[in-house]
């Protein structure tokens, strides 16, 4: 495989996931939204893969290999459960209509290529034009985190995020250590675990997911 | 022998006025087949439109000439528009004049027209029609200019000859701009040729229909005219969505056999294009009409996102 037609896939991994991203901001059903952060892992462990045989760094197959675990069986499998067990069958609502969204995303990529065209400029390696994607996915996890109401994708907004900071690594530095990605990768899993109990203790309190509620909370007085 | 371009003009035009009821014809027989029923012939289109020529025209008594117009008119564009998309040949006289935004405009045109035509009646079909046509036209017109523009950017022209022949000879190989923009225009063809979940083509339900609520009030030759320009027009979209994102089999050289050749090849990429089509329609349930800005909505983006992937990744 010569150097070409890899730099051509990783740019179109790159597409993919911010594609995933774009799709994750307007999906509306909460499964769905769960398959296509599945899908932005998987798209994002090829790209790993693909940059750490480009760049010779083998350390890179063994984050794709975790990103892949972690994020495309792991995580969608707990929040699954989790939905499954909190009995969620409402659709997402949002703060700002879907059509809305979509015209602030785009916004935001514009803004994330501006932002990145002096840096792409200065970086010799092959991956230097995903970067703005990879600040763009980052852009968009924060977005949807803001857009929506409910407790859980919210946490799918930060996880989304978390893809789009290690999709800046590999595309800015090829990757961080090994130790560091190790940590990253617990620490996500962790999450998952807190975020899980945190789900069930507002659930029992509110009755409901929705962060609105919380509003509420306050001393009895 | 080679071919003076200005008979394989004619000629093309020719098979689009000839081949495009056999494709509705082809498309309606598979999806039968797909439900489980069984088809009429691939040639009953031509049976429709034969016996609507024969019958009579009925006007009502208030139709002005904006009526009486407009069938010659949307069957003039649309025929117009067959003669710009280079699908046999890629020297074609009128493709040289015309680029791709041109063939919005014609497009344009004849939607215009259609709506009117729907309200001069004053029937609430016809002006329901029509504003749920150019609602639908405000949405998708900006997303067809876009995917355009998309692929213009990648070809560096607007000219269809131009596009077909740098897409053609370029690496097609994944091309995330490229990419993005198909899956915008096959979304887009969907909502311009008011297929499944737009706007279906087989339905007189009030609630739902949208062109055919417009041309409620034709019949006889107008009807004719008007059913057969949707025919080419569905036909137009598949032709110019294979011309441009799988150009292969135009002929270049202009000669008789790589004029056969390319004939062959669009028959069975637009067969193809039936089955997926088909598939597509089969698949999806017709949405409401009120949902419709967020399916125009995604066709933009896509759009967008092919333009804004050809400037990050390319």
Known sequence: MN????????????ALVLLTAFGMLV??????????????????????????????????Y??????????????????????????????????????????????????????????????????????????????????MM????????????????????????????????????????LDVLIAAFIFGIFFFHIHTTFDSLDVEQMAKLKEAG | MNLNPFITEILQVMIVLGVSPAYVGWVRMLKCWSQGRTSPSLFQPYRDIRKLFVKDVILAENASWIFRFTPYLVFGTTVLAGGIIPMLSNDLPLSATADVIVLVALFAIARFFTALAGMDIGTAFGGMGSSREMTIASLAEPAMLMAIFTIS??????????IVQVIYSGQPLLRPSIA???????????????????????????????????????????????EWAGMMKLLLFMALGAVLFFPWGIDASGSASGGVLAFMFLLLKLAASGVILVLIETGLAKMRLFRLTEFLGSAFLMATLG????????
């Open chain 1, 3 to 14: 150097l070409h037609i890899a730099a051509q896939i990783n740019s179109f991994l790159a």
């Open chain 2, 180 to 226: 993005f923009a198909f899956i915008a225009f096959v979304l887009i063809s969907l909502a311009e040729t008011g297929r499944i979940p737009v706007d279906n083509p087989a339905t007189h339900l009030e609630l739902t229909m949208i062109h055919e609520a417009m041309i409620l009030e034709y019949s006889g030759r107008h009807l004719a005219l008007i």
């Open chain 1, 27 to 60: 999906q509306k059903r909460i499964y769905g939204l769960i398959h296509l952060f599945a899908w932005q892992g998987l798209f994002l462990s090829l790209n790993t893969a693909i940059v750490g045989f480009v760049a010779n760094k083998h350390h890179l």
């Open chain 1, 62 to 143: 063994i984050s794709s290999v975790l990103t892949l675990s972690l994020k495309v069986f792991v995580l969608p499998y707990i929040l699954h459960v989790l939905i499954h067990r909190l009995k969620i069958r409402k659709e997402v609502e949002t703060v700002v209509n879907i059509p809305m969204t979509m015209m602030i995303g785009i916004a935001l990529v514009i803004f994330s290529y501006h932002l990145m065209a002096p840096i792409r400029e200065l970086s010799t390696l092959i991956t230097r034009s995903t970067l703005a994607v990879a600040l763009a996915t980052v852009m968009l996890g924060l977005l």
């Open chain 2, 153 to 162: 950017l990648a070809a560096r022209s607007t000219s269809l000859s131009q």
């Open chain 2, 307 to 314: 333009m804004l992937s050809f400037f990050i990744l390319e």
């Open chain 1, 146 to 185: 803001i857009t929506r109401r409910h407790a859980v994708t919210q946490i799918i907004g930060f996880l989304a995020l978390e893809n789009g900071l290690f999709f800046a690594a590999t595309s800015a530095t090829y990757g961080m250590p090994l130790v560091v990605e190790l940590g990253v990768a």
